[in-house]
T-cell receptor
């Protein structure tokens, strides 16, 4: 079973920041939070991951709450090409289980 | 370097035939995963390999499905006596180690259509 809860869908205006929330209240101390996205049925694309500190890379920022029970993925300037399903995943030692994700639609 | 490579990219097969799907993980990656995604659905975990350890087969949907990984690198997913409900994209992924801090990278998948 996926250990995360995400909204089913979200809209965002082109050029604005997209903030995608994720709840993972049962996360364990050694589990990382990963974000992937999938455009149509292409292979999932890795975005970012973190353990407890906030992280930033060229694609996005990841904000993890101090209690690690939730996180937010931030796409600072969303473009139409960011329209995709975004998956928040809590990864344990072995496999990685995907939930339903959030379908983000970036609108002109 | 090269990413996860899967072949064939598309396969159409008749019901009842066997199919083999191949995955070449990223060089040096010891962990390899297979997932399945039916049209409009989420990713379904199938099987996981880590080095020389026994694979985690807990996600395989039936005994018609099997996978092997030879020499710790290339993996083959075999579906015997295919059924129409096996139609899906089969995704392979790999990571350097199994530890949770190691990123898993996906291939572009093998689209299987059973007619």
């Amino acid at each position: 079973d996926a250990k995360t809860t995400q909204p089913t869908s979200m809209d965002c205006a082109e050029g604005r920041a997209a903030n995608l929330p994720c709840n993972h209240s049962t996360i364990s101390g050694n589990e990382y939070v990963y974000w992937y996205r999938q455009i149509h049925s292409q292979g999932p694309q890795y975005i970012i991951h973190g353990l407890k500190n906030n992280e930033t890379n060229e694609m996005a920022s990841l904000i993890i709450t101090e209690d690690r029970k939730s996180s937010t993925l931030i796409l600072p300037h969303a473009t139409l090409r960011d329209t995709a399903v975004y998956y928040c995943i809590v990864r344990g030692v072995n496999d990685m289980r995907f939930g339903a994700g959030t379908r983000l639609t970036v609108k002109p | 370097g090269a990413g996860v490579s899967q072949s064939p990219s598309n396969k159409v097969t008749e019901k009842g035939k066997d199919v083999e799907l191949r995955c070449d993980p990223i060089s040096g990656h010891t962990a390899l995963y297979w997932y399945r995604q039916s049209l409009g659905q989420g990713l379904e975990f199938l099987i996981y390999f880590q080095g020389n350890s026994a694979p985690d087969k807990s996600g395989l949907p039936s005994d018609r499905f099997s996978a092997e990984r030879t020499g710790g690198s290339v993996s083959t997913l075999t579906i015997q006596r295919t059924q129409q409900e096996d139609s899906a994209v089969y995704l392979c992924a790999s990571s350097r180690l199994k530890n949770s801090g190691n990123t898993i990278y996906f291939g572009e998948g093998s689209w299987l259509t059973v007619v």
